[in-house]
């Protein structure tokens, strides 16, 4: 009988986490990153950087089958972490690196994928925390394709440059703002390469940031060069991680989470988009993406839930025109407030 003589004497006394550590043994050894049970959902981050697709699709199926023989385990996730170089792998030494950081500190915002509301987010947590008294700047890294100076409506101007330094354009809410949407015209293409990318994103970060701590940065979607430059040459302080409710969408959200954890950066938290849409003509409550989804898995991944906000037309409509609706009044003000206020504990609680 396998026997961990720490958990008890046989294996009914033992976790379903011990048991489900002992079963991926074998079918997945060091590839498993992060491995998490709760409430019956195994939650399992795989490391597949030096695998192809063919031996990704095979490690995830026999994981899955190894996972789901666990008693005590009903549900199992399966995330795995970006494809990258291994000698390009960031060093997990958060503490050193901050240590060694001068200049605000950075909270960045991610996602797994693409159009879930991380911009947005970015930009309300910061007019938000603004509005709450704290000095805060933003970043907008999605340097592929920046939104933030039209959400944040300081769109053509352009910052202006002291030494070898930007500086950072002021915005109508005291959230002054860095990004490659104020230095490249609008709806000119940027098709840079990596390492080109990760030196853009370090003349945003290392601006002359006068007053500010706390710099929130919205990252690009997914698991590449950028986030990966970000990681290794600006240690972020904590990660916020956004996401809609839907199950797919959230086991992107693990594959980012997976990719913080990996280099050390501890994560503040998840936050759900786009749940519970109500009618602006009936009043109806309605749940296109579902509800609930990234709270449960923040739970079973052992992480907080920072809060939720509705799927509402009034935030794309204020967003697009520049008026970022942390900066109004009324329910969708409130539930940006309350993430800020949560995040902004958080931060107070870090040395
Ligand atoms: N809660 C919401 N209710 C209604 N519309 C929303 C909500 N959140 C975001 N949107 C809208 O959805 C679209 C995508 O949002 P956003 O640009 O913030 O996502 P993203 O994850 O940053 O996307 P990308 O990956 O393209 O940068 C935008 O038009 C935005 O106004």
Same mark, same amino acid.
């Not at 700047?137 to 592929?144: F, H, K």
């Not at 990596?194 to 500010?212: C, F, H, N, R, T």
């Not at 989470?257 to 050390?264: D, P, R, T």
């Given at each position: 009988?396998?026997?961990?003589?720490?958990?008890?004497?046989?294996?009914?006394?033992?976790?379903?986490?011990?048991?489900?550590?002992?079963?991926?043994?074998?079918?997945?050894?060091?590839?498993?990153?992060?491995?998490?049970?709760?409430?019956?959902?195994?939650?399992?981050?795989?490391?597949?950087?030096?695998?192809?697709?063919?031996?990704?699709?095979?490690?995830?199926?026999?994981?899955?089958?190894?996972?789901?023989?666990?008693?005590?385990?009903?549900?199992?996730?399966?995330?795995?972490?970006?494809?990258?170089?291994?000698?390009?792998?960031?060093?997990?030494?958060?503490?050193?690196?901050?240590?060694?950081?001068?200049?605000?500190?950075?909270?960045?915002?991610?996602?797994?994928?693409?159009?879930?509301?991380?911009?947005?987010?970015?930009?309300?947590?910061?007019?938000?925390?603004?509005?709450?008294?704290?000095?805060?700047?933003?970043?907008?890294?999605?340097?592929?394709?920046?939104?933030?100076?039209?959400?944040?409506?300081?769109?053509?101007?352009?910052?202006?440059?002291?030494?070898?330094?930007? /500086?950072?354009? %002021?915005?109508?809410? *005291?959230?002054?703002? #860095? =990004? &490659?949407?104020?230095?490249?015209? !609008?709806?000119? $293409?940027?098709?840079?390469?990596?390492?080109?990318?990760?030196?853009?994103?370090?003349?945003?970060?290392?601006?002359?940031?006068?007053?500010?701590?706390?710099?929130? /940065?919205?990252? %690009?979607?997914?698991? *590449?060069?950028?986030? #990966? =430059? &970000?990681?290794?040459?600006?240690? !972020?302080?904590? $990660?916020?991680?956004?996401?809609?409710?839907?199950?797919?969408?959230?086991?992107?959200?693990?594959?980012?989470?997976?990719?913080?954890?990996?280099?050390?950066?501890?994560?503040?938290?998840?936050?759900?988009?786009?749940?519970?849409?109500?009618?602006?003509?009936?009043?109806?409550?309605?749940?296109?993406?579902?509800?609930?989804?990234?709270?449960?898995?923040?739970?079973?991944?052992?992480?907080?839930?920072?809060?939720?906000?509705?799927?509402?037309?009034?935030?794309?409509?204020?967003?697009?025109?520049?008026?970022?609706?942390?900066?109004?009044?009324?329910?969708?003000?409130?539930?940006?407030?309350?993430?800020?206020?949560?995040?902004?504990?958080?931060?107070?609680?870090?040395?």
């Amino acid at each position: 009988m396998d026997e961990t003589p720490s958990h008890g004497p046989d294996a009914g006394d033992r976790e379903p986490a011990d048991l489900a550590r002992a079963a991926l043994e074998p079918v997945a050894g060091n590839a498993v990153q992060t491995l998490r049970v709760a409430d019956g959902v195994a939650s399992v981050v795989l490391d597949v950087a030096e695998l192809d697709r063919l031996a990704r699709d095979r490690l995830e199926i026999a994981v899955r089958g190894a996972l789901r023989q666990v008693p005590g385990v009903a549900e199992v996730r399966v995330a795995m972490t970006a494809e990258r170089d291994p000698s390009t792998a960031p060093t997990p030494t958060p503490a050193a690196a901050q240590g060694a950081r001068t200049g605000p500190r950075i909270i960045a915002v991610g996602s797994g994928k693409g159009g879930v509301g991380k911009s947005t987010l970015s930009t309300n947590l910061a007019v938000a925390m603004a509005r709450q008294g704290r000095k805060v700047g933003l970043v907008d890294a999605d340097i592929y394709g920046p939104s933030q100076p039209r959400l944040l409506a300081n769109e053509g101007q352009r910052p202006e440059a002291q030494g070898n330094k930007l /500086v950072p354009v %002021p915005s109508p809410w *005291g959230v002054p703002l #860095l =990004s &490659m949407g104020h230095l490249v015209p !609008p709806g000119q $293409a940027i098709a840079w390469r990596g390492p080109m990318a990760g030196k853009a994103l370090g003349q945003l970060i290392d601006a002359e940031w006068g007053d500010v701590t706390d710099l929130i /940065v919205d990252l %690009p979607p997914g698991t *590449g060069d950028v986030q #990966l =430059s &970000m990681l290794q040459s600006h240690k !972020p302080a904590g $990660a916020v991680i956004v996401s809609t409710p839907q199950d797919l969408a959230l086991m992107d959200a693990m594959r980012a989470i997976g990719l913080f954890e990996q280099a050390g950066v501890p994560i503040v938290g998840l936050v759900e988009n786009m749940a519970g849409y109500i009618c602006p003509h009936c009043g109806e409550e309605s749940d296109p993406f579902g509800i609930g989804g990234a709270e449960a898995a923040a739970k079973a991944m052992g992480h907080a839930f920072l809060g939720r906000i509705p799927l509402q037309m009034s935030i794309r409509v204020d967003s697009d025109g520049g008026r970022p609706p942390a900066a109004g009044e009324g329910p969708v003000a409130d539930a940006f407030a309350s993430i800020a206020r949560r995040l902004s504990t958080w931060l107070d609680n870090q040395k």
